[in-house]
């Protein structure tokens, strides 16, 4: 299925401007990809909800931190299916993992929603939970890293980076739809009827949601890169990816790092950490982190723009030190019914976050050649997020009891930001068309 358009049709006079074909798979791309992870990202808002229901300890901070291992459990399982996903889509085509991956995303998220709770069904709850969970993170371990593949193969070279930046617009979006939905039900909504079933509705609005995904991803068509390289299918892509790119996947690993750091941190993480250790109200937060992911979502397009301007590296590098500098002095400043430093945060993350976003996201798609781009980017993307993006809302959770100190999540972050600017700078990223 297609819709009717004629490849030469262009949107600005220049050849190397947008075309309308281009509009149309970067608009299509952006928002399957919003919507499937919406379906991702709702969990988290309602982590709090979600470990009374499901987990029975007698601390909340003890069933919180179960709750944020359900969340792990979700990204580490991008690893695995960003594998088998990948593996197919160097064989068999870009387009093919696409209906797929939104299926599985959509069927768990509506299942969350109708759940049983621990008090009803007992061990069976959390045991469900997590296997819906896992489903899910194969599902995006292989929906990301094929729409990038996908839209840098149908993307003239001048728009690369705006590509990569629309298509993590639309991500972003998605984060933000979960937010507003989750501010929404907290506002209007009262906390009794929140806590018994209203959560159920973030998740059944996602199902829906998913089917939306399936029905876009129809009108779109296979790469004109992967049409020309049938010939040079690799028989076992991942192995080649291991035995000639090494030190590729260490430095895009490495620049992916901050970026799923910082959105778990900041867009995900946040609210539940101000709610649980300075006590601000859900509704005041969600309403302040959904305006912060929405210009996320647009500066994400703005730097990819920018990238395609002076290079993905330069930008990458800003986003490293920007967050080495911020971080510390604002969760220093952090205190009960202070609001100024909560903006200057939701600020100063948005604006590094989204370059980092729209850079590191370039830098990985183009290091690895058509024949293994899936495979390669797919695991090291999966690599970074499984790690890091994952482990994040648990690593800071149990350093702050740790250590007693809530400063802590600062100091992760500026440790990763670190780390990743150290690799960018030790040698020039590779670039394949």
């Not at 859900?282 to 929405?294: H, M, P, Q, T």
């Not at 939701?346 to 024949?371: D, G, R, V």
Request: positive net charge.
């Amino acid at each position: 299925m297609s819709l009717p358009l004629k490849a030469e049709e262009i949107f600005q006079v220049e050849n190397k401007k947008l075309t309308r074909k281009e509009i149309k798979i970067f608009s299509i791309s952006a928002i399957g990809g919003s919507l499937e992870f919406y379906d991702f990202v709702v969990y988290v808002y309602f982590a709090s909800i979600m470990s009374n229901l499901f987990f029975q300890t007698n601390s909340p901070i003890t069933s919180l931190i179960l709750s944020y291992s359900v969340f792990a459990c979700g990204y580490f399982a991008r690893l695995l299916g960003g594998i088998l996903f990948s593996h197919f889509g160097d064989k068999k085509g870009r387009k093919n993992s696409f209906a797929l991956t939104v299926f599985l995303m959509a069927l768990p998220t509506f299942i969350i929603g109708c759940l049983p709770t621990y008090a009803q069904i007992g061990i069976f709850a959390p045991i469900l939970l997590v296997l819906c969970r896992f489903i899910q993170g194969l599902a995006l371990g292989g929906e990301i890293p094929c729409s990038l593949t996908f839209i840098y193969e149908h993307a003239q070279k001048t728009n690369r980076g705006l590509a990569c930046g629309a298509l993590f617009c639309g991500v972003t979006f998605g984060t933000f739809l979960g937010s507003s939905v989750g501010y929404i039900l907290t506002k209007f909504m009262h906390e009794e009827t929140l806590n018994s079933w209203g959560w159920r509705i973030l998740f059944l609005i996602g199902g829906v949601l998913g089917l939306i995904a399936v029905y876009l991803r129809g009108f779109l068509n296979e790469t004109p890169v992967f049409k020309r390289m049938k010939n040079e299918v690799v028989k076992i892509p991942l192995k080649e990816v291991f035995q000639s790119h090494k030190l590729t996947i260490i430095q895009t690993t490495t620049g992916l790092w901050v970026v799923a750091v910082a959105v778990s941190l900041f867009l995900l993480y946040l609210p539940n950490y101000l709610k649980a250790y300075f006590f601000f109200k859900s509704e005041d937060i969600l309403r302040i982190n959904s305006i912060a992911v929405l210009f996320y979502s647009i500066l994400t397009l703005c730097f990819g723009v920018v990238c395609d301007k002076i290079g993905p590296k330069k930008v990458l590098n800003f986003s490293c030190i920007l967050f080495i500098l911020f971080s510390y002095p604002v969760f220093l400043n952090f205190s009960q019914n202070n609001f100024l430093p909560i903006y200057l945060c939701y600020l100063l993350a948005t604006i590094a976050t989204s370059a980092a976003t729209a850079s590191s996201m370039y830098l990985l798609i183009q290091s690895f050649p058509a024949k293994i781009r899936y495979s390669g980017a797919s695991f090291s993307y999966n690599l970074a997020f499984a790690i890091f993006g994952g482990l994040t809302p648990l690593i800071v959770t149990s350093l702050i009891e740790k250590t007693g100190s809530t400063i802590s999540p600062a100091y992760f972050i500026i440790f990763v930001s670190i780390i990743a600017l150290a690799f960018s700078l030790f040698k020039p990223y590779h670039e394949y068309d």
